[in-house]
Nanobody, 121 residues
Framework: QVQLVESGGGLVQAGGSLRLSCAAS????????MGWYRQAPGNQRELVAD???????NYADSVKGRFTISRDNAKNTVYLQMNSLKPEDTAVYYC???????????????WGQGTQVTVSS
């Protein structure tokens, strides 16, 4: 059983910052890619940023230059530092991880429960 637990969401004024964390636990051999997605009311879930086990990152155009994704492989944890927040960043943020249970297995994707980020104008 694998669990992803997110923390760090909340209410912040426009221009402020928040840092999200997501820790994976369970009988994990390793994790390849980890990522953050978000879903605003009435919208589809969209990729915010992801990061490979080697540290290669990818960002949505809407957050480039404002958000930074990072990870601590020893702790199976991924972070999202969000600066210069805008009201349009308001959404539920979800983390995911591609978990390997053995070296030769295909990764299985797990999702966190989501954390609310609200940016007031």
């Amino acid at each position: 059983q694998v669990q992803l637990v997110e923390s760090g969401g909340g209410l912040v004024q426009a221009g402020g910052s928040l840092r999200l964390s997501c820790a994976a636990s369970g009988d994990i051999f390793s994790i390849n890619a980890m990522g953050w997605y978000r879903q605003a009311p009435g919208n589809q879930r969209e990729l915010v940023a992801d990061i490979t086990s080697g540290g290669r990152t990818n960002y949505a155009d809407s957050v480039k230059g404002r958000f930074t994704i990072s990870r601590d492989n020893a702790k199976n944890t991924v972070y999202l530092q969000m600066n210069s927040l805008k009201p349009e960043d308001t959404a539920v943020y979800y983390c995911n991880a591609g978990v390997l249970f053995a070296a030769a297995n295909v990764p299985i994707i797990y999702w966190g429960q989501g954390t609310q980020v609200t940016v007031s104008s």
